[in-house]
Antibody, heavy 118, light 110 residues
Framework: EVQLVQSGAEVKKPGESLRISCKGS????????IIWVRQMPGKGLEWMGR????????KYSPSFQGHVTISADKSINTAYLQWSSLKASDTAMYYC???????????WGQGTLVTVSS | QSVLTQPPSASGTPGQRVTISCSGS????????VNWYRQLPGTAPKLLIY???QRPSGVPDRFSGSKSGTSASLAISGLQSEDEADYYC???????????FGGGTQLTVL
């Protein structure tokens, strides 16, 4: 079964750093882009950026460029999303998803809830 | 402000047919295929329609998609209570070189 499993919920304070993960299984992880998507409470989906695990080439949405870092370790089939200094406005659910060659995204991870509060 | 425009809400009674529209531009829907995702409350989005009008295995044929020019639509026939969810359209945007979403449509089954 093809699946993406994300790391668990996090509660952090403003200014702290964080890295969340997305582990793929059941397919050739290096062969497909992984994207990250933000969903703020009660809001819609926002594309943050994508990575090609084979060469770690990344592309960020202008809205997130410089605020987050996307990386991947193909040796352990895992992609990451990290912050160096969290803000309260980073409180959201974060999803990873695999891009198939047809341009569709499937499957999606189960989501990681990040709460930033003092 | 989402790049793709969807109505924020839609509704219908059981058995009815409802449609959800998605409007974009030449750099996204006009030049790339449209995918639709369904998000049930408290769960991750799931692929519902891909390549404008294709259904993944397991998706009932009550769900159908279409695209014309810079607009797309999702139709749900034989509406059921379990269809209550948020529906999002998405397409690759060549100008952004990234994925753009609609703002989502909350479907209510009355």
């Amino acid at each position: 079964e093809v699946q993406l499993v994300q790391s668990g919920a996090e509660v952090k304070k403003p200014g702290e750093s964080l890295r969340i993960s997305c582990k793929g299984s059941g397919y050739s992880f290096s062969s497909f882009w992984i994207i990250w998507v933000r969903q703020m409470p009660g809001k819609g989906l926002e594309w943050m950026g994508r990575i090609s695990p084979s060469d770690s080439y990344t592309k960020y949405s202008p809205s997130f460029q410089g605020h987050v870092t996307i990386s991947a370790d193909k040796s352990i089939n895992t992609a990451y999303l990290q912050w160096s200094s969290l803000k309260a406005s980073d409180t959201a659910m974060y999803y990873c998803a695999r891009r198939l060659n047809s341009g569709r995204f499937d499957p999606w991870g189960q989501g990681t809830l990040v709460t930033v509060s003092s | 402000q989402s790049v793709l425009t969807q109505p924020p809400s839609a509704s219908g009674t059981p058995g009815q047919r409802v449609t959800i529209s998605c409007s974009g531009s030449s750099s996204n829907i006009g030049s790339n295929t449209v995918n639709w995702y369904r998000q049930l409350p408290g769960t991750a989005p799931k692929l519902l329609i891909y390549s404008n009008d294709q259904r993944p295995s397991g998706v009932p044929d009550r769900f159908s998609g279409s695209k014309s020019g810079t607009s797309a639509s999702l139709a749900i026939s034989g509406l059921q209570s379990e269809d209550e969810a948020d529906y999002y359209c998405a397409a690759w945007d060549d100008s952004l070189s990234g994925l753009v979403f609609g703002g989502g449509t909350q479907l209510t089954v009355l």
